[in-house]
């Protein structure tokens, strides 16, 4: 048995194929906005003549600190409430190196020639970007947690969390650059920005760099009844996630005068959790769990035969 | 997926590789508890003497022929003080760790200047007094303290740091110095002290952080 490729595709075919699904877009917009949010804030307040110049610093900390929430819980509510299958090819493909791309690691040519290495959806240069953004966003989350929280542990614990924070961010800035780079200025690598901004490349363009993928089918329109329910579960999830947040907080009993901490409270003030500090933490403990109960039926009933993209 | 069984053999490197560096991460937080920091590769700000500078508003350029500090608000006589009035009283040395909430620290700074309350006791506050209100010449930053925080022999107005006058960016030409508290009592730029009657809570007190500001004992930001 053969598995069908691009391979045979020849120089003068114009056709599109798809690469990245709704979802797979929205994921990564969600995570690249927020992300330039984090830098910027993040620089601005922490760069002192950048901060001489700028100023705000209650107001751009609590810039960052919303812009974080989003940045660890978005793309993921994204992926759940949207096309969980796409992505978990994506990231199923992320987490298979064959010894070709090892290859490939060892020399990488951004412009294949018949030497190269073969290539699947990813090369092993994207691979490893992915691996490195999936790492990050767990390093700032948790590091940034006890950068939040920081009178909650131990003051080494919290010197070590800000020299992670702090490098990282160095080390994001570079590989964001990079990614940057080959995205919109490398001539070899830039037709791919098309593919996460409008889904497809060219079938020529991806017989040359990813000759082993096999496309994805295009996607189907996006009806209005599938995009409300998408945004619900957007919603819904965020709810979660913001549970989940103050339920560690609760845990750490972080004070809630913090602007930022103040609104996840509102917004997790569901009857039966308001009023909790007069109650003890059990009550919000027993009323946070019966919540999260409560929005994980909802999400698994509204998930049922739901599929943004159209199947194979 | 199982959709798709991949067509070569391959290895599980990627879901690996993201643990082993969650993993190393975690270990390196841990490690904090133990070991000393071993300090940034490049730093998250401008760092001065081991310190990373913040500002609220621009840092003030202060011409020290015309500095006057101001000791007044509830006293039975309010007092001014010239720069070189300051320097010829009776200095004091302090040395002790400094903490910044955001976590990095700065082991043996010393300060020299004089003891607040040495300013504070001879404007003779009145019985209502119950604490200090201090402000700066950025015009934004504010800080508090209560008359018995303010009374500790080690509370200085600083404007010196390890053998030098104080930088601009380190507050010149003076700095509150309450040792044994977060780095953001520490306020630079101070040409106000005001005794009042209650404590009104400094800049970053107002944006949540604690108002009493002991290492450790603080509540949370």
């Given at each position: 048995m053969s598995t069908p490729t691009l391979a045979t595709v020849t120089a003068s075919d114009r056709r599109w194929v798809l690469r990245f699904t709704r979802t797979e877009r929205v994921a990564h917009w969600l995570q690249a906005l927020t992300f330039l949010s984090l830098m910027l804030t993040g620089l601005a307040i922490s760069l002192a003549p950048v901060e001489a110049l700028i100023g705000h610093r209650s107001l751009l900390r609590e810039a960052h600190l919303a812009s974080a929430l989003f940045f660890v819980f978005g793309p993921t509510l994204v992926a759940l409430a949207g096309n969980r299958r796409a992505v978990a090819a994506d990231a199923e493909d992320v987490d298979r190196w064959t010894d070709d791309d090892l290859h490939w690691l060892a020399r990488p040519q951004?412009?294949?020639?018949?030497s190269t290495p073969p290539t699947g959806k990813f090369n092993a240069g994207q691979k490893l970007n992915a691996i490195f953004v999936a790492y990050s966003t767990f390093a700032f989350g948790l590091t940034g947690l006890i950068l939040w929280q920081n009178r909650r542990f131990p003051t080494g614990v919290v010197s070590q969390a800000n020299v992670i924070h702090t490098d990282l961010a160095y080390i994001a800035l570079a590989v964001f650059l990079g990614h940057v780079y080959l995205a919109a200025v490398h001539r070899a690598t830039r037709p791919a920005l098309h593919g996460m901004v409008f889904g497809t490349v060219r079938r020529e363009w991806a017989a040359r760099h990813h000759v082993l993928w096999q496309g994805a089918p295009f996607e189907s329109r996006l009806t209005a009844a599938a995009a409300v329910r998408a945004a619900f579960l957007f919603l819904v999830g965020s709810e979660v996630a913001l549970l989940l947040v103050r339920a560690l907080f609760e845990a750490l009993g972080a004070?809630?005068?913090d602007a930022v901490t103040g609104f996840v409270y509102a917004l997790t003030a569901l009857p039966a959790t308001i009023g909790h500090h007069a109650t003890g933490v059990g009550a919000f403990d027993l009323a946070a769990l019966f919540w999260a109960g409560l929005i994980g039926a909802l999400w698994i009933g509204l998930r049922r035969g739901q599929d943004v993209v159209a199947r194979p | 997926m199982s959709d798709h069984p991949a067509p070569f053999p391959s290895h599980r490197i990627g879901r690996a590789a993201f643990l082993g560096l969650a993993a190393l991460t975690t270990g390196a937080l841990l490690a904090g508890r133990k070991l000393p920091s071993a300090g940034s590769l490049l730093g998250g700000g401008s760092n001065v003497d081991g310190f990373t500078i913040y500002t609220i508003a621009n840092i003030p350029e202060v011409d020290p022929a015309s500095f006057q500090l101001h000791v007044g608000g509830l006293v039975d006589e309010p007092r001014t003080y010239s720069y070189h009035d300051l320097l010829a009283m009776p200095a004091v040395h302090e040395t002790r760790y400094f903490q910044c909430v955001t976590g990095w620290s700065v082991p043996h700074p010393r300060w020299t200047g004089v003891r607040l309350w040495d300013l504070v006791a001879a404007s003779r506050p009145i019985s209502d007094a119950r604490a200090l209100h201090v402000r700066c010449l950025d015009q934004a930053y504010t800080e508090s303290l209560t008359l018995d925080q303010a009374r500790?022999?080690?509370?200085l107005l600083a404007y010196g740091l390890n053998g030098h006058p104080l930088s601009r960016d380190q507050g010149f030409p003076l700095r509150l110095v309450v040792p044994g508290m977060y780095g953001y009592k520490f306020a630079k730029w101070v040409n106000h002290v005001e005794v009042v009657d209650r404590v009104m809570p400094g800049y970053w007190e107002q944006n949540g952080y604690d108002v009493n500001a002991y290492i450790g004992h603080s509540n949370g930001v």
């Amino acid at each position: 048995m053969s598995t069908p490729t691009l391979a045979t595709v020849t120089a003068s075919d114009r056709r599109w194929v798809l690469r990245f699904t709704r979802t797979e877009r929205v994921a990564h917009w969600l995570q690249a906005l927020t992300f330039l949010s984090l830098m910027l804030t993040g620089l601005a307040i922490s760069l002192a003549p950048v901060e001489a110049l700028i100023g705000h610093r209650s107001l751009l900390r609590e810039a960052h600190l919303a812009s974080a929430l989003f940045f660890v819980f978005g793309p993921t509510l994204v992926a759940l409430a949207g096309n969980r299958r796409a992505v978990a090819a994506d990231a199923e493909d992320v987490d298979r190196w064959t010894d070709d791309d090892l290859h490939w690691l060892a020399r990488p040519q951004l412009e294949p020639g018949p030497s190269t290495p073969p290539t699947g959806k990813f090369n092993a240069g994207q691979k490893l970007n992915a691996i490195f953004v999936a790492y990050s966003t767990f390093a700032f989350g948790l590091t940034g947690l006890i950068l939040w929280q920081n009178r909650r542990f131990p003051t080494g614990v919290v010197s070590q969390a800000n020299v992670i924070h702090t490098d990282l961010a160095y080390i994001a800035l570079a590989v964001f650059l990079g990614h940057v780079y080959l995205a919109a200025v490398h001539r070899a690598t830039r037709p791919a920005l098309h593919g996460m901004v409008f889904g497809t490349v060219r079938r020529e363009w991806a017989a040359r760099h990813h000759v082993l993928w096999q496309g994805a089918p295009f996607e189907s329109r996006l009806t209005a009844a599938a995009a409300v329910r998408a945004a619900f579960l957007f919603l819904v999830g965020s709810e979660v996630a913001l549970l989940l947040v103050r339920a560690l907080f609760e845990a750490l009993g972080a004070n809630p005068t913090d602007a930022v901490t103040g609104f996840v409270y509102a917004l997790t003030a569901l009857p039966a959790t308001i009023g909790h500090h007069a109650t003890g933490v059990g009550a919000f403990d027993l009323a946070a769990l019966f919540w999260a109960g409560l929005i994980g039926a909802l999400w698994i009933g509204l998930r049922r035969g739901q599929d943004v993209v159209a199947r194979p | 997926m199982s959709d798709h069984p991949a067509p070569f053999p391959s290895h599980r490197i990627g879901r690996a590789a993201f643990l082993g560096l969650a993993a190393l991460t975690t270990g390196a937080l841990l490690a904090g508890r133990k070991l000393p920091s071993a300090g940034s590769l490049l730093g998250g700000g401008s760092n001065v003497d081991g310190f990373t500078i913040y500002t609220i508003a621009n840092i003030p350029e202060v011409d020290p022929a015309s500095f006057q500090l101001h000791v007044g608000g509830l006293v039975d006589e309010p007092r001014t003080y010239s720069y070189h009035d300051l320097l010829a009283m009776p200095a004091v040395h302090e040395t002790r760790y400094f903490q910044c909430v955001t976590g990095w620290s700065v082991p043996h700074p010393r300060w020299t200047g004089v003891r607040l309350w040495d300013l504070v006791a001879a404007s003779r506050p009145i019985s209502d007094a119950r604490a200090l209100h201090v402000r700066c010449l950025d015009q934004a930053y504010t800080e508090s303290l209560t008359l018995d925080q303010a009374r500790q022999a080690d509370v200085l107005l600083a404007y010196g740091l390890n053998g030098h006058p104080l930088s601009r960016d380190q507050g010149f030409p003076l700095r509150l110095v309450v040792p044994g508290m977060y780095g953001y009592k520490f306020a630079k730029w101070v040409n106000h002290v005001e005794v009042v009657d209650r404590v009104m809570p400094g800049y970053w007190e107002q944006n949540g952080y604690d108002v009493n500001a002991y290492i450790g004992h603080s509540n949370g930001v």
